[in-house]
């Protein structure tokens, strides 16, 4: 089992920054690949980025250029920083953490506000 703790969410003005932080406990999270996803009002959860056990990265075609993911192995904990946001971005964000095909993990979400 594996237990995800986001932070780091809030309101922001557009152009503003935020640093979300998703801290994992257990053994495996060196082993996993993480994820950040939204859910925006009346809108799906669509993935915003991910990063894998080996530093690979994607980018949700929306945010490239403005976000960047990464990991601190020894902290267990996955970042993703929020620069140049616009309204758009409002949503809550959610952290995922993916073992295998079979087992994945959600956090509980931070939301993120920008306004315009």
């Known amino acids: 089992q594996v237990h995800l703790v986001e932070s780091g969410g809030g309101l922001v003005q557009a152009g503003g920054s935020l640093r979300l932080s998703c801290a994992a406990s257990g053994s495996i999270f060196s082993r996993s690949t993480m994820g950040w996803y939204r859910q925006g009002p009346g809108k799906q959860r669509e993935l915003v980025a991910r990063?894998?056990?080996?530093?690979?990265?994607y980018y949700a075609d929306s945010v490239k250029g403005r976000f960047t993911i990464s990991r601190d192995n020894a902290r267990n904990t996955v970042y993703l920083q929020m620069n140049s946001l616009i309204p758009e971005d409002t949503a809550v964000y959610y952290c995922?953490?993916?073992?295998?095909?079979?087992?994945?993990?959600w956090g509980q979400g931070t939301q993120v506000t920008v306004s315009s």
């Open positions: 995922r953490c993916t073992v295998n095909l079979l087992n994945s993990y």
């Open positions: 990063i894998t056990s080996g530093n690979s990265t």
